[in-house]
Structure formats: C-alpha cells, structure tokens
C-alpha cells in the first residue's frame, strides 16, 4: 500500500489542523494505521493509532485528549485532528499502515511495513 500524507502548515498555538493520510494499492479495511512525528534532532515517536478492526483508537500522553485519528473507508483515508495544538507540537509527522499489527504493538513503528513521506506541522508561540 503507498500512503500520501498532506495537511501540514504553519498555525499559533491554540489553534487547529487536520491531516490527512491517503491510502492506494489495497483497502485499509482490516489494516492498523498509525500517526508517528519527529521533531527536530529527536527521535520518531508515537502519536496515535486505530487498530485494525478500526473499533479501538490509542493516542501518546502528550497528545491525548487533544489530537483525534479516524478513517473513512469509502475515501480509504485516514485523519488526524491536531487541536489546541502546541509549540512542542512542531514536527514532521508521518503516517503508517500495517496488515499483521497486533494491538500491543500499535505504538511500535517497527511493527509497520508502510510509511507516508511526512507532513511538517510548525506551531508557533
């Protein structure tokens, strides 16, 4: 499957986006699908992930409660609402796509064998 993340841009902190990951090559029905970021000289990290049945959703501490992951199967694309979004936001972030992720290793970016190119969110103070 190759995926095509979009929707980064420049914002304030408080405000809102919306990315967006399109999927081609097979559906993402049955599919873990996850959102990874990577600021500046730090490592990838985890951000949020809906399992493969697409019932269960997880999210980082850092981003729960304010950042949202969801699909849409008919458009076979996946969204991450970023809200009240943060200067330790800023970051490139990527998303991916894996048919054999079991639910314990939604957070593990090794688990998954699909990745967008990155989409750079910058938010300033």
């Known amino acids: 499957v190759q995926l095509q993340a979009s929707g980064g841009g420049v914002v304030q902190a408080g405000e809102s986006l919306r990315l967006s990951c399109e999927a081609s090559g097979r559906t993402l029905r049955g599919v873990a699908v996850a959102w990874f970021r990577q600021a500046p000289g730090k490592e990838r990290e985890f951000v949020a992930a809906?399992?493969?049945?697409?019932?269960?959703?997880y999210y980082s501490k850092s981003v729960k409660g304010r950042f949202t992951i969801s699909r849409d199967n008919a458009k076979n694309t996946v969204y991450l609402q970023l809200n009240s979004l943060k200067p330790e936001d800023t970051a490139v972030y990527f998303c991916?796509?894996?048919?054999?992720?079991?639910?314990?290793?939604?957070?593990?970016?090794?688990?998954?064998?699909?990745w967008g190119q990155g989409t750079l969110v910058t938010v300033s103070a």
């Open positions: 809906s399992a493969r049945t697409g019932s269960g959703t």
């Open positions: 991916a796509a894996g048919a054999s992720v079991i639910t314990s290793s939604l957070s593990n970016e090794d688990a998954y064998a699909n």
